[in-house]
């Protein structure tokens, strides 16, 4: 039996080599080229086209290739019953930690700016702002969550998160669900969202959100493009009410040229490239859920169905 690889950002053969190069007597094939459909029980998918999974008459396993798994429910004809995982990749959380520290950073110590000033022969100081003046708050404590929180606190910030039940970390605050958000809100003046994109979370950077927050509160979503809506950012941006906002993720990747988060003076933007995969980490859990599949035993980092992560 086989595995194949759906995605279409180019990426097939690298990832086909990377799993063969690990395991020389799998069968991987791109969904591109011919392969035996009724072969394949595992699909390892990235934003794939939607249909594509339901080509597969004996799959028994749906594997992301990355943290997320919102676009596999976007996809209305994924095939019922079929358990999917995701992958939990120390790794990729370090990395968006990194990013996200880095985005704070020159937002506090205004990097952009200054770079701007120079260009314009400008010689003029900002205001000055320390790290230990500033609440973090983070929308969601999962893996990624967990770990920029234990960074920031380690760097000298004031952290606190949210999530939908409580969770212990050293040193940061927690608020649970619809109840605690306002008080989480009301003390957040930097906003990380980390959550995963669910019915529930889409929209929810919104300006009801936004006015809950300090002014002058700086926004950053590394999350997914669909937990923002466009248009109340930019509202809160041009009322004063926020200072800035670092984006990752976006509603439309690439994002078209004709956009107002382009030339907007208050939006610092990144191209999805918070954090990569690396083939060195995720192989290795790929493989090992294959083996399980075929024995039949319990996956690693299964998700659910219900909740949508």
């Excluded at 967990?146 to 050293?170: C, M, P, T, Y």
């Excluded at 509202?235 to 993720?249: K, Q, W, Y």
Aim: charge should be neutral; hydrophobic fraction near 40%; charged fraction near 20%.
């Amino acid at each position: 039996m086989a595995l194949v690889v759906i995605r279409q950002d180019g990426k097939i053969d690298f990832w086909k080599e990377a799993l063969m190069a690990e395991s020389p007597e799998l069968q991987v094939y791109g969904y591109l080229e011919d392969h035996p459909k009724d072969n394949i029980e595992m699909a390892l998918v990235w934003k794939h086209p939607q249909g594509s999974l339901a080509n597969y008459p004996n799959l028994k396993l749906i594997a992301s290739n990355g943290a997320g798994v919102d676009f596999i429910f976007k996809d209305p004809d994924v095939p019922e019953g079929i358990p999917i995982t995701r992958i939990v990749d120390t790794k990729l959380a370090e990395d968006m930690s990194e990013h996200v520290l880095a985005v704070i950073l020159s937002h506090l110590k205004n990097l952009d700016t200054y770079k701007l000033q120079q260009t314009q022969g400008i010689w003029k100081p900002r205001n000055y702002y320390r790290i230990s003046d500033f609440t973090v708050g983070i929308m969601g404590l999962g893996e990624l969550g967990r770990v920029l929180a234990k960074d920031l606190v380690r760097f000298g910030f004031k952290v606190q998160g949210w999530a939908n039940s409580h969770k212990s970390i050293e040193n940061v605050k927690t608020f649970a669900g619809d109840k605690e958000l306002s008080g989480f809100l009301s003390s957040s003046e930097i906003l990380v969202c980390l959550l995963p994109l669910t019915n529930k979370t889409t929209g929810i950077l919104n300006i009801s959100l936004f006015e809950q927050l300090p002014k002058n509160a700086f926004v950053i979503n590394v999350a997914r493009g669909g937990h923002l809506v466009d248009d109340d950012l930019i509202s809160m941006l041009d009322s004063g009410h926020l200072s800035g906002a670092g984006l990752d993720v976006y509603h439309q990747e690439p994002l078209p040229a004709t956009h107002p988060f382009w030339q907007h003076e208050k939006i610092h933007m990144t191209p999805h490239y918070a954090s990569v995969s690396d083939p060195k980490f995720v192989v290795p859990q790929i493989l090992e859920n294959y083996r399980r599949m075929k024995a039949g035993k319990p996956l690693i980092n299964k998700i659910s169905r219900d909740k949508g992560y």
